[in-house]
């Protein structure tokens, strides 16, 4: 069955630091890729996405590439802020199917 | 445009009860997805609902029932509630149109907790 593994947090950061949070996948032919944003007390955000093999999604500095060779999206941003403190979901859905399958989430603490 | 709403936002229950939890899809949506979100875990999925009709299960016991009204919006129904359930349990809602299956947007979840 299809399922996605994250890197387990916390990851504390300094302000402004390179932040990398890991994800890889396991489904069969060419599923869509998603990151999600939780901020406490909310509910989930969509981060960016990517569709297919070599896609780069990216969106509010974050970015991801689909590397289909390793089986990877991991997620990336140069210089964080306080404000991206938050726990950040990697997901896949295959293409026409309808369910989201998550990991299991990594919080990001960043300290000024 | 209204997001996705649900409710309550917590509530409190004790083993063996029933429960039903609400939500109402983003404007322009026609299917809604509930997931629940254990502690420190991502997501699961529960069920969706396309046209008022269940359109694909996780792996759920039947306990586990949801309904969707002719405006969209959907209720989820557990029943003989156990310690496990305890969780906040996620609604999302997308536009479905013929094959395609596109963004889901999320409610900010309802936090329900089992005695």
Not at chain 1, 85 to 107: N, P
């Amino acid at each position: 069955g299809n399922s996605v593994t994250q890197m387990e947090g916390p990851v504390t950061l300094s302000e402004e630091a390179f932040l990398t949070i890991n994800c890889t996948y396991t489904a069969t032919g060419y599923p869509s890729l998603f990151w999600y944003v939780q901020y406490p007390g909310e509910g989930l955000q969509l981060l960016l996405k990517a569709t297919k093999a070599d896609d780069k999604g990216s969106n509010k500095g974050f970015e991801a590439t689909y590397r289909k060779e390793t089986t990877s999206f991991h997620l990336e941003k140069g210089s964080v802020q306080v404000s991206d403190s938050a726990v950040y979901f990697c997901a896949l859905s295959k293409t026409g199917r309808r369910a989201l399958t998550f990991g299991s989430g990594t919080r990001l603490q960043v300290q000024p | 445009e209204t997001g996705v709403t649900q409710s309550p936002t917590h509530l409190i229950k004790t083993r063996g009860q029933q429960v039903t939890l609400r939500c109402s899809s983003q404007s322009g949506h026609n299917t809604v997805s509930w997931y629940q979100q254990a502690l420190g875990q991502g997501p699961q999925f529960i069920f969706q609902y396309y046209r008022e009709e269940e359109n694909g299960r996780g792996n759920f016991p039947p306990r586990f029932s949801g309904l969707q009204f002719p405006n969209y919006s959907s209720e989820l129904n557990v029943n003989a509630l156990e310690l496990d359930d305890s969780a906040l349990y996620l609604c999302a809602s997308s536009l479905r149109l013929g094959g395609d299956y596109n963004e889901q947007f999320f409610g900010p979840g309802t936090r329900l907790t089992v005695l």
